[in-house]
């Protein structure tokens, strides 16, 4: 159930929400109010300045109706003239100050942002770099590696060949050298096959025979 | 003590109001302030005018200086900044809420240094006594963070809604709603004007009470002057004691134009922000 009180606002009666008034309403019932209020004051004062008449001078805390109506017009005056000239200024100022403190903190915070991209993508190049580079070296010494293994391979295929080939030498050498061996063998076997038919031999003319054979054999 | 050199109600015009400045004898001039349209000028009110053109003086510049929005060049600029910003960003806002608090921070500010400034001024030897040792200033200056609070809270939350808003919100039945919630009205609107009261109570007998003892430590210097041992010894101590007193006087009037404001803020943003 709502109500509208003194069309100012309406008023839920069971939960007491209210809703504010238009800007008009509320101007003139504030004018309204202050009005009120004034001729209030007005009443309030009079009797307050027969009082103070009577405790002037007696009471150090006495109420001073002329000092409240001085201190209330001062009072007005300077707030609107500090509001026009001076605080509502430094209010709008100390806001713009800090829409471009937090501009120029957007803009530095985005600059580090960037920065520190750039630094990682630096880093991050970097890395790459030493990573090509160790890449070269290894393939560098893989193919040096390579290279030697090849070169020693064939060092030692040669080296083979070679040692082959000297082998096969001291054989044919050997091998002529033995033939020969038999063949100067059997000749003089021949020939002292041809010694011992002609004279008779006893053990001693038979084991000289043999050394003088050998003798022989060794100075051929 | 003799009370035939000095007594209470002498003292007390050195620190409450009157219609003319105590200059030094010496000097051979009693200033008495004039009459204009029927209306006595009185010292609190010569202090006040002046305060309010101090603060014009000091803050308009000041907003000059800062409009372009760059930073301010000058210790004593930045000096004021540093207060400014202070307030704004430690008390008034914390209290008030980002959204609404740059609208009252004109009305704090003005309040805090209008207090600071009339506390200082009782101070300055023969300026006058401070003018926030009076209730009818600290009554009006309490009276206008009311009217701020009043009506920002009924342009915010529209005139039945602010004064409705007073009662804390309780899931209660109806018929113990329409018995309870007129009760807790009476006492919320009792409490929102108690509080303001004591705004206005708490810096006046601050303020006051502060000048009285001064004025009371210098005055046992005038009431021993007829025994010349005891005076010098008196007299030294008096001073000491003054000086010392002085130094918290200081400490005081910032802190209870600090209070003032700080108070003033949250109440602002209680009316901003209901049950």
Request: neutral net charge.
């Amino acid at each position: 159930m709502t109500l509208n009180v003194w069309g100012i606002s309406s008023m839920n009666l069971k939960t007491f929400e209210t809703k504010p008034c238009s800007r008009k309403t509320f101007v003139g019932t504030i004018a309204l109010a202050v009005s009120t209020f004034a001729y209030w004051a007005s009443s309030v004062s009079v009797f307050a300045a027969e009082v103070e008449e009577k405790e002037k001078g007696l009471e150090p805390l006495a109420w001073q109706t002329d000092l409240a109506i001085w201190t209330a017009v001062v009072f007005v005056i300077l707030l609107v003239i500090l509001w026009l000239f001076a605080f509502g200024p430094i209010v709008k100022a100390l806001d713009l100050r800090e829409r471009n403190e937090l501009a120029r903190l957007a803009a530095t915070e985005k600059s580090a942002a960037d920065a520190k991209d750039l630094l990682r993508q630096y880093q991050q190049k970097l890395e790459d770099s030493e990573e090509e580079v160790r890449k070269i070296l290894n393939d560098a010494k893989t193919d040096a590696q390579k290279q030697a293994d090849a070169v020693v391979a064939e060092a030692r295929l040669l080296a083979a060949e070679e040692r082959e080939r000297a082998l096969r030498d001291i054989q044919n050498a050997s091998d002529v050298a033995l033939q020969e061996i038999a063949e100067k063998s059997a000749s003089l076997a021949t020939l002292l096959a041809g010694k011992i038919i002609k004279e008779e031999l006893d053990p001693a003319k038979h084991a000289r025979l043999v050394e003088n054979a050998i003798a022989d054999v060794a100075k051929q | 003590m003799s009370g035939e050199l000095v007594n209470m109600g002498e003292l007390a015009q050195h620190v409450s109001d009157g219609s003319a400045y105590h200059l030094p004898e010496f000097l051979g001039v009693h200033l008495e302030l004039p009459t204009i349209c029927g209306l006595q000028l009185t010292r609190f009110m010569v202090v006040e005018v002046a305060v309010a053109a101090l603060m014009i003086l000091l803050f308009v510049p000041l907003a000059a200086k800062m409009k372009s929005g760059k930073p301010l060049r000058g210790r004593f600029w930045n000096l004021l900044e540093v207060f400014l910003l202070y307030l704004r960003n430690e008390v008034i806002v914390p209290s008030i809420g980002k959204k609404d608090a740059d609208r009252f921070t004109p009305f704090l500010w003005t309040v805090f240094f209008f207090v600071l400034f009339c506390n200082l001024a009782g101070l300055v030897p023969w300026f006058g006594a401070s003018p926030t040792g009076a209730l009818a200033t600290t009554s009006v200056l309490a009276l206008s963070t009311f009217v701020i609070l009043i009506c920002s809270g009924m342009k915010k939350f529209g005139i039945v809604g602010f004064w409705v808003g007073q009662v804390p919100h309780m899931e209660l039945p109806l018929a113990l709603s329409i018995f309870l919630k007129p009760m807790l009205f009476v006492i919320e609107v009792l409490g929102l004007l108690i509080k303001h009261v004591v705004l206005a109570v708490r810096l006046l007998a601050n303020m006051f009470a502060g000048h009285l003892v001064l004025a009371v430590m210098l005055g046992f210097i005038a009431a021993t002057a007829d025994k010349f041992a005891l005076w010098i010894g008196v007299t030294c101590a008096s001073v000491f004691m003054s000086v010392c007193l002085n130094m918290l006087e200081l400490f005081v009037a910032f802190l209870q134009a600090y209070i003032f404001m700080f108070l003033s803020s949250i109440f602002i943003g209680m009316a901003q922000h209901q049950h």
